[in-house]
């Protein structure tokens, strides 16, 4: 089996980045279609607006509608079309970098994308998480190479929402956990190869640089200002995290996160908190040493990541176990990364990890 490792071609990281934009974008292109959202357009739309200007590359600004998926990108690739733009800039948080990249994708141009948030590894990565118009996932797709310019602007993310931010790092716990299951299972990965060194070490520093940096990180964000620690979280969130799970592999954790994206009580969560309980739900399921269960379980209580069902939203009634099986069946379905676990996995054993995961939070937290 081939060994694959891919990233974009140029990542650049550090504080108001942005305001170089048009510096790099004229790399690609002179005439551009740039995907924000209204927040984010009233953010900074100015700022990069200048930047493309001052580098002679003129532009069509266009406001994503809040959700990836496929109606929305076939309404923005139709007005990318009609303006006959030669690249792609997607500016915001995942589901619109996800967006930007799919309707590059459709064009067949190139693609520049600035984070304005670090709460995903999306940036970084050569494939699209979608969603119905209701916010249920809705499968994946997949591109033949991964973003030309990441572009990440440090400044703007120490800003943002610290829930945000600490999402981001639940998004991240998982990438070594998914990288080292599906390497033990010989799975191919996201890249279309097998796990290299390379992919496995940065998932491992990506693990690593949370559990030295994250709580630092996080005091920091609340605080508003920009630290080291912020900066390392940045780039673990987004740069290792990104090509730890492409170039290493995914498995059960992000499988359980999309089954919990059926149930209506979880669809206030953001991503990187579901994807946090699927680690410890894939922990449990490979009967991880309890040292480091309790690593993880340390980890999330003290950035603020759920470890029980009922922080999910989730409480106990006469329908949470049938809800649970739900989750458990879809997070089984064919073709879900939960299949690159070293080992068969059932509905039956995902339920089991699930309740014996919020019970182990419950003893955690009480």
Partial sequence: MLKVIQSPSKYIQGPDAISHIGQYTKI?????????????????????SKSLKE???????EVFNGECSRSEIQRLSAILSNNQCQAVIGIGGGKTLDTAKAVAHEAKLPTVLSPTLASTDAPTSALSVLYTELGK???????PKNPDIVLVDTSIIAKSPVRLFVSG?????????EARASSTAHNLTMAGGGTSLTG?????????????????????????VMT???E??????TYHSGIGFESAGLAAAHAIHNGFTTLEECHHLYHGEKVAFGTLTQLILENSPSEELETVL???VQVGLPVTLEQLGLRENENLHKKIMQVAITSCAEGETIHNMPFTVTPEQVYAAILAADRMGKDWLY
Avoid: R, W
Avoid at 137 to 143: H, I, V
Avoid at 202 to 211: H, M, N, Q, S, V
Avoid at 232 to 237: L, S
């Fill in 28 to 48: 690609l292109a002179d005439h551009v279609f740039v995907i924000a959202d209204n927040f984010v357009m009233n953010l900074i739309g100015d700022t990069v």
């Fill in 55 to 61: 580098h002679q590359v003129t532009s069509h600004f």
């Fill in 137 to 143: 996932f809705d499968g994946y797709l997949l591109y």
């Fill in 169 to 177: 790092m639940g998004d991240a716990l998982s990438t070594y956990f």
């Fill in 200 to 224: 496995l070490t940065l998932a491992k520093l990506c693990y690593d640089t949370l559990l030295a940096e994250g709580f630092k990180a996080k005091l920091a964000v609340e605080a508003g």
């Fill in 228 to 230: 080291p620690a912020v």
């Fill in 232 to 237: 390392n979280i940045i780039e673990a969130n």
């Fill in 298 to 300: 340390d980890f999330c």
